[in-house]
């Protein structure tokens, strides 16, 4: 094995966006268009299209393009490595698209020519089909000044999609059959071969050539997939294409006896596996036997993020599947996300997630078709207010043939995201005597009395369960007790207790001890409190430390929530019983981490003021600058008291305190974060310059001095390795005694035994 399949890894990164564009939600008729490859129930007035290269007998996609089509605006043939339109045919605004465009290059005589196929809806039920013909050179580009050829022809009923085969022939999907049309440049596009049927909800639609057509009664060169859903289930049709009469051959096998209600998407594998995604988050796939019974029995995999959400299945390989979603929760509301999924071992290899460029104000949709063997072509759908904002995006991703077992091991974090059950979905564990007594005493109260007396109640309960599992474990009274286990249902309970919903114009009531026990604890996550309300209600009761207690132990925060608080911060700067924003920032970006286009998201919405911008750049740059110099002084000098600081250059000022500052990648990363999003505005903003150069010119400097210093890093290598490697004897050393000390509590206490004789 090769040293590059040994160190190969699944490849998922932050898409591209290749267009935008927007229209009015008030206009149905515009949102009919649905991609070849999609569910035809998902609609949208923008459509992704194949781009196909027919050659010796064959045809693959083209890499590198990517077709679109806009309703009533035009059809684009896009470059996704520059980002820029190909070509461009514009439409009129009567043209009604009813299927996404098919590019085919071919070889016609001598030369190259580029065909795009689309069908446009009559007003009459049936269909034109165009066809848009231009001459290529010997690298794949159009011929400048050679005329293009445009020919139409009428076809029966509203065409779906289209399909090109390797002989140049036209598979065209319909509601209720499948047609075959000759070859357009050839003639007329006459229809060879029609076979009806009835499908209600197409999931997925694919065609497939050579050797990776199914295994049929009659072998065939050319095969097309349709997984299909109805009220009986998922069924398999597969439409064979064959040279002598009948040409169009259907196979139907039902797989899945879940109706279509109930399914979010579907989409077929290599060597016939299915993977059907349920409303409920259940993912199932399974190998399917046309014309027989399934030879497996289905697995079944719970992704609770997944439920209720708007997501889409794409085959990548036999054994990956590339699963898109919008996660449900308003903690993932502004964002979307992509997993590469292993069949095999049931894991997640790679992800990836983004921001959706606005906070969707209605049901968003996303659609997806590979696009080349290194991409997948996106659309996302996000309805804002009045308008419908369409994104189309390149999604990098690929998989390596072999060595994923070794990646898979390390996975087991980002699995754990998407697998793991929500607080909601948490099974029936019964409770503990002591954990049903307190519950009970708390149904006992009225809700005004149950906050109040919940800390004294709670610590009670908490001294009793450590002196049991005191007395349960042999601990002495000198050393801490072993933690009381906390459930969730548990947990939920009490913490609808802690932190009750106030009554409109009144106080929020709180239990302060007991939330911040659990929350120290890590037992609280941010989808126990209906609505996501939990940072809103803490912050009604101006606890701040309680709020740092959220930031640092509620893994599922909403980067919106954080940026929130640190707005409020920056609101009361001048207040001096609030603390100062470098405090709260310290706790934001401590872990656990938050997601960067989400947080970028996040500032967008809740930062407006270039002050408060100039204020978070200066907190930066002197964290930056102690994590610079404070090595090099070889102990942290004296903590400074609190004071008021100028930001350079300007007469904004802000109270700040000598904190400890967080990472330095966390402090660059996050600084990143706001120069990236808000660099347009504070450059149209000419009253900033004088600061951002200020910042500029601190940063270069710094940089400068630290790759002078590393200069004299390769002497002092020695000592540097000398020092590490006490380090680790001394871990070990720590450990081996951790380990004995870990064994002698095994051993039983010594009991005398009377033995009788």
């Given amino acids: 094995m090769t040293s590059a399949a040994r160190t190969a890894a699944p490849l998922l990164q932050t898409p591209i966006q290749l267009a935008v564009h927007s229209h009015s939600a008030k206009d149905g008729l515009l949102t009919n268009l649905r991609s070849a490859r999609a569910c035809n129930t998902t609609r949208s007035h923008v459509a992704l299209g194949d781009v196909v290269r027919v050659r010796g007998g064959g045809a693959r996609r083209r890499r590198g393009l990517l077709a679109c089509v806009e309703q009533g605006q035009a059809i684009t043939l896009l470059d996704v490595a520059t980002q820029t339109p190909v070509h461009t045919y514009t439409l009129a605004p009567a043209d009604r698209a009813c299927t996404p465009p098919l590019v085919v290059e071919r070889r016609v005589g001598e030369a190259w020519v580029r065909t795009t196929y689309a069908a446009f809806a009559d ?206 929760g308003d903690a993932r509301k502004e964002r979307a996300a992509a997993f590469v999924w292993d069949v095999g071992l049931a894991t997640v290899l790679a992800q990836a997630e983004w921001s959706l460029g606005a906070t969707p104000t209605g049901p968003a949709r996303i659609s997806a078709a590979p696009a080349s063997d290194t991409h997948v072509a996106v659309l996302v759908d996000v309805p804002h207010r009045d308008v419908v904002r369409s994104s189309v995006l390149a999604l990098p991703v690929s998989v390596p043939d072999r060595g994923l077992l070794v990646h898979a091991l390390h996975t087991a974090a980002q699995t754990a995201a998407w697998v793991a059950p929500r607080a909601d979905d948490a099974p029936a564990v019964p409770l503990g005597e002591a954990h049903a007594a307190l519950l009970a005493q708390l149904d006992a109260l009225a809700p005004a009395e149950r906050t109040a007396q919940l800390d004294t109640l709670f610590a009670a309960f908490l001294h009793g369960e450590e002196e049991r599992l005191r007395a349960a474990t042999h601990v002495k009274a000198s050393r801490k007790a072993p933690k009381p286990a906390l459930p969730t249902p548990f947990v939920q309970a009490v913490l609808r207790a802690a932190l009750p919903a106030a009554d409109k114009g009144a106080a929020q009531p709180v239990a302060p001890q007991t939330l911040r026990y659990l929350l120290e604890r890590n037992v609280v996550s941010a989808s126990m409190v209906p609505g996501d309300a939990l940072v809103p209600r803490v912050r009604a009761t101006h606890d701040w430390s309680t709020l740092y207690l959220v930031l640092r132990h509620v893994p599922d925060l909403a980067e919106a929530h954080a940026v929130a608080i640190v707005r409020a911060a920056l609101a009361a700067r001048a207040d001096p019983a609030a603390p100062t924003v470098a405090r709260v920032l310290q706790h934001v970006l401590s872990p656990p981490p938050f997601s960067k286009p989400a947080l970028r998201m996040a500032l967008r ?153």
């Fill in 123 to 328: 007003s009459d039920g049936a269909s034109t089909l165009w066809a848009l013909t231009e001459h290529l050179d010997a690298h794949g580009h159009a011929v400048p000044g050679a005329a293009e050829e445009k020919r139409t022809w009428r076809l029966a009923g509203a065409v779906e999609a289209l399909f090109a085969l390797p002989s140049g022939d036209l598979l065209a999907v319909r509601a209720d059959a499948v047609v075959l049309l000759a070859d357009p440049l050839c003639g007329d596009a006459r229809e060879q071969g029609v076979l009806h049927g009835a499908f209600d909800v197409r999931y997925d639609t694919q065609l497939l050539l050579g050797a990776d057509t199914p295994s049929l009664p009659e072998p065939t060169g050319a095969a097309l997939v349709l997984v299909t859903g109805g009220e009986q289930g998922v069924g398999v049709h597969v439409v064979g294409v064959h040279a002598d009469a009948p040409r169009l051959r259907a196979h139907t096998q039902p797989v899945d006896a879940t109706p279509a209600r109930d399914v979010t998407s579907a989409a077929w594998l290599p060597h016939a596996t299915l993977a059907v995604l349920q409303r409920s988050g259940t993912l199932v796939t399974r190998r399917v036997r046309l014309g027989g019974e399934d030879a497996e029995a289905p697995a079944a995999v719970a992704l609770a993020p997944l439920r209720g959400a708007a997501a889409r299945l794409v085959g990548l390989s036999a054994s990956h599947l590339l699963v898109l979603a919008l996660p449900t």
């Fill in 605 to 757: 919405t809740h930062i407006v003021d270039n002050d408060d911008v100039l204020i978070l750049l200066d907190i930066v740059r002197c964290w930056i600058d102690a994590a610079v110099h404070t090595p090099l002084a070889g102990a942290a000098g004296a903590r400074a008291a609190e004071h008021v600081r100028t930001v350079p250059r300007t007469r904004i000022t802000y109270r700040t305190s000598d904190v400890r500052a967080p990472s330095l990648d966390a402090v660059a990363s996050f600084g990143e974060d706001v120069l990236d999003t808000f660099f347009p505005q504070l450059l149209a903003d000419t009253s900033t310059h004088a600061c951002l150069a200020e910042c500029t010119r601190a940063l270069t400097q710094s940089a400068g001095d630290l790759h002078t210093l590393a200069r004299l890093s390769a002497p002092l290598d020695a000592f540097a390795r000398a020092e590490a490697t006490k380090g680790a004897a001394k871990t070990e050393a720590k450990s081996k005694r951790l380990a004995l000390h870990e064994a002698s509590l095994l051993v039983p206490l010594y009991s005398r035994e009377s033995l009788d004789v």
